[in-house]
């Protein structure tokens, strides 16, 4: 019975996870990835090789890391300077507590914009910025659901193995 309600509880964590890709309030492949230890503890461990988990948990913590590196690292590649760098920073937080959760793009956006008027920059400059923000995060999106996606994939193919 503890077998039916751990596989039960994690293919609702792959259904969360891939939700959480596109959600900011949910963290995507973390949550796939503890739905495949729920199942691997249902199944006795065998699932997966060693290895597989290694890249599981590997490909887990980088897009972690990505989530946070691209939509900064965008900015700097669209202009950015410190203050619109920190501008996005800080509007990412206030925007993900006051306006969730789409608070989390639209308030580094905003922020990177703030930050680089602060700074001197002129509008279309500033503007550049947000944007930079903007791709980074689109970009950090689509490579969770691609994690995502490929945690869902062994999860089931586990499942009806």
């Keep these: 019975m503890l077998n039916v309600i751990l596989i039960i509880a994690g293919a609702i964590l792959q259904l969360l996870g891939l939700a959480g890709c596109i959600l900011p309030v949910l963290a995507g492949p973390p949550l796939n990835f503890v739905g495949l230890l729920l199942l691997g503890q249902a199944r006795g ?5 060693p290895s597989l988990w290694l890249v599981l948990v590997g490909l887990t913590l980088v897009t972690v890391i990505l989530d ?18 920190w501008g996005a920073f800080l509007g990412m937080l206030l925007g993900v507590f006051f306006f969730p959760p789409l608070g ?33 995060y689109f970009i950090s999106m689509l490579l969770k659901l691609v994690a995502s996606g490929v945690m869902t994939f062994f999860f089931v193919r586990a499942l009806l193995a």
Aim: hydrophobic share 50%; glycine share 18%.
């Design 68 to 85: 946070y590196v691209l939509p900064i690292t965008g900015a700097r590649k669209y202009g950015s300077t410190k203050w619109g760098t």
């Design 104 to 136: 989390l793009i639209f308030g580094a956006f905003i922020g990177a914009v703030i930050g680089e008027l602060l700074a001197g920059k002129k509008d279309r400059e500033a503007m550049r910025a947000g944007w930079g923000v903007f791709v980074g």
């Design 45 to 49: 461990w065998k699932i997966f090789s």
